[in-house]
């Protein structure tokens, strides 16, 4: 994007090629912004200026002393100009070396012209690419004005608002929370790894050629937003980043998922579904998360909540201290992926985490997966924390957390439910009763689930756990097996009842 001119463009002018400049003093301050261009021979210019000025002088008022010409840089210096440009010839036929030296000292860049030039021209040349370059800002905000209004109509989150400046400033650019975590990326040409490496302390050192924007939602700051250029910017940048600002702004009143959420679910879902190119740089995207991964322990964990705010399993994972992504995983299941110091944190992690969740949604279900290392297998262990809930579905059996060895053969016939020889089984060993209660309302299948339930098959306690009488109790059962022609006191026949009602049970979700 074109911003002011540099002090390196205006020497390249052929206005000011004729005098033959020659950088004396801070050479690698050329980049330096000129926003006007001053021609004095005023001594004590300093206390005139505003900063961003090249001044243009003969030289032949400037002091003879040495201390005089450091005392004259160090004021250009404090003033903040772009650089100071003397023609030789009028009073000096080589610049004073007391002065080259004040400038080096101050690294203020200092340009000799052997040849005479007109001033005149010269402002004329720079005062024209200033002007065109103001013009271009504005053209720039007006159509940064364009797209972000249609950004957000379109109801686009932080990530596209991110991308979309860094496509107009062609930089790497960094949406932050106030704890210099990053919520949102676009790197332009910079590869990840390299932009995100080591953020929080980058940020928080506020390198100095950084352009940062504050971020607020109804006058309260939340965010701040960051470019990173390759060398100075302009008005053009500023009125873009303002731009933005005010976009995140409006996005986040409108959007129920706030920002860090949306990072949390972009993340975990690329993890997941192993949607990326280097796991470098997902680690340094995790890490810059506030979620180290690498050389960590891992470990997968779904929820069904009656709440399915995924703030609130947030919550949950924030109280614990612990350090993890939380975002959901598919319809009716939220996931977290803990990272945890070592495997055998894994216990402790989960019945922390499972007692936090359950105090805020008391109805939830936790299943966890085993503890991994490397991005590689957070699949595998996402895979059997969701198969383990829903195999659990919605019987609760007093645990806090559920994991493969707790659902057993209720987990083996889940992951059969969709094969036609568990439903013919199921059909074949309850179709009978099935439809027997059907056509009577007999209630014979929840009298036949009470007695097979505890495995012990006391008919007693059966009864009262069915809130039956014995009496009618007993007469249901001997329906039961006149029905199915079965004998309910041999063991076998109990266990394939028992597994059919269990498959039942998953088939009917």
């Not at 206005?15 to 021979?41: F, K």
Request: proline share 5%; glycine share 8%; aromatic share 4%.
């Amino acid at each position: 994007m074109t911003g002011l001119p540099t002090v390196a463009d205006v020497l390249e002018l052929p206005v000011l090629r004729l005098g033959q400049p020659a950088v004396m003093a801070a050479d690698g301050q050329l980049s330096r912004q000129v926003r006007w261009v001053h021609v004095s021979e005023l001594p004590d210019i300093a206390t005139l200026l505003q900063g961003g000025e090249l001044i243009l002088t003969t030289g032949i008022v400037l002091p003879q002393s040495e201390q005089a010409l450091r005392s004259y840089a160090d004021g250009l210096a404090d003033a903040g100009v772009a650089g100071l440009v003397i023609e030789l010839g009028r009073r000096f036929a080589e610049l004073p070396p007391a002065l080259v030296r004040a400038c080096a000292r101050r690294d203020l860049p200092l340009v000799a012209l052997r040849s005479e030039v007109r001033f005149v021209k010269v402002t004329e040349a720079v005062h024209s690419l200033i002007v065109d370059a103001r013009v271009t800002a504005l053209r720039s905000a007006e159509e940064a004005a364009d797209l972000f209004t249609a950004l957000c109509v379109r109801g686009a989150g932080a990530a596209d608002i991110v991308r979309a400046v860094s496509r107009l400033t062609g930089c790497p650019v960094v949406l932050e929370n106030l704890a210099r975590q990053v919520l949102a990326c676009s790197p332009a040409d910079a590869p990840v790894e390299e932009l995100l490496a080591g953020w929080e302390a980058r940020s928080r050192a506020a390198e100095a050629h950084w352009v940062v924007t504050p971020v607020e939602a109804r006058g309260r700051p939340w965010g701040r937003l960051v470019l990173v250029p390759d060398g100075e910017t302009g008005p053009a940048v500023d009125a873009i980043m303002r731009r933005a600002a005010t976009a995140l702004e409006l996005s986040r009143m409108t959007d129920p998922v706030s920002p860090e959420r949306q990072a949390h679910r972009s993340l975990l879902t690329d993890i997941v579904g192993r949607r990326y190119t280097s796991v470098s740089e997902m680690e340094v995207r995790a890490t810059a998360l506030g979620v180290p991964v690498a050389r960590r322990t891992l470990v997968a964990v779904v929820v069904r909540p009656a709440d399915e705010d995924p703030s609130t399993v947030a919550d949950a994972v924030r109280a614990t201290g612990m350090r993890a992504l939380v975002a959901p995983v598919k319809e009716g299941l939220l996931g977290v992926l803990l990272s945890l110091d070592s495997p055998g944190d894994r216990h402790r992690a989960l019945t922390r985490l499972s007692e936090q969740i359950l105090a805020q949604v008391p109805d939830a279900v936790t299943a966890a997966g085993p503890g991994v290392r490397g991005l590689a297998e957070v699949s595998r262990t996402f895979a059997e924390a969701e198969h383990v809930a829903d195999a659990v579905g919605g019987e609760k059996g007093g645990k806090l957390y559920y994991e493969l060895a707790d659902v057993q053969l209720r987990g083996l016939l889940h992951a059969l439910r969709d094969d036609s020889r568990l439903q013919d089984y199921v059909e074949r060993t309850l179709g009978a009763l099935l439809s027997y209660d059907a056509r009577h309302d007999a209630g014979l299948l929840d009298a036949l689930r009470a007695f097979l339930s505890d495995g012990k098959r006391n008919k007693s306690a059966a009864a009262d756990a069915a809130h039956l009488s014995r009496q009618v109790f007993y007469q249901r059962l001997a329906a039961i097996e006149r029905v199915l022609g079965v004998d309910l006191s041999d063991a076998r026949t109990c266990t394939s009842l028992h597994t059919a009602i269990m498959a039942l049970d998953v088939l009917r979700g």
